[in-house]
């Protein structure tokens, strides 16, 4: 009997080996990774990559405070300035190593800065990148105004000389696109049109910077602010922003 369970037990596991075989031999195993798909990751490991690097961190000045140099290095992918010196890390742990160069001229200069306990990075001086030109939302009255003097107060849109009426709104936009059209609140009447000078450095500036500008200088007309000063106000706003390209 006992002879007759081995047989019985010899022949399942025999079996189960053949079963097994036939899977292996016809099933759709993977195939075997190549080493070369991992040759980029060691060359450009993410792993050993630091924060700030050269690629993405400026010197863009200096200041003497209490007779110790700081220095102000700006990140350029997080549009952050960081303060570094050389008394101790900053509340980033960031610390200023070392200052090469003249000092007298910002373009020779380059720093080491600490980053952390084991990495150091090189930034040299370059002119920091004007900044983006921060839109705030329009604030916009549900009243329709007519447009004339004081458009954006009381009784077309309200107390608040910053909430513009829709015809305001549209009015600014639409001079947006066109800029020769002119618009309500440029301060220019149809005896003393826009200088050719201004409508051309007018046309440099983007359709955002232009609607921008009109919508201050509603906001300014709503505020009892004259033809001449805005005409004034107009130009320095188009300079300003000529300068931050």
Known sequence: ????????????????????????????????????LFSSLKSHSPFSRILGSTDSLILTGLLNYQGETVAAVHDLETRRTHLVSEKGPNLSGWQLIDLRGDTRDLSTLTTRIKINASDIVSVRYQKAPPMPLQRRPV?????IGDGSAGGGTDPHGGPNPDVLTPDQLANARNAAKNPATGFKADGFSSHNRMPAEMLSKLNQLSYEQRETIHIKLFQQRNRGLGSQERRQMYGRLIDAQLRNR
């Open 139 to 143: 604030l916009v009255s549900t009243r």
């Open 1 to 36: 009997m006992t002879n007759c369970k081995l047989s019985i037990a010899h022949w399942f596991l025999g079996s189960l080996a053949l079963l097994i075989a036939s899977l292996c031999h016809t099933a759709d195993l993977p195939k075997a990774v190549s080493p070369e």
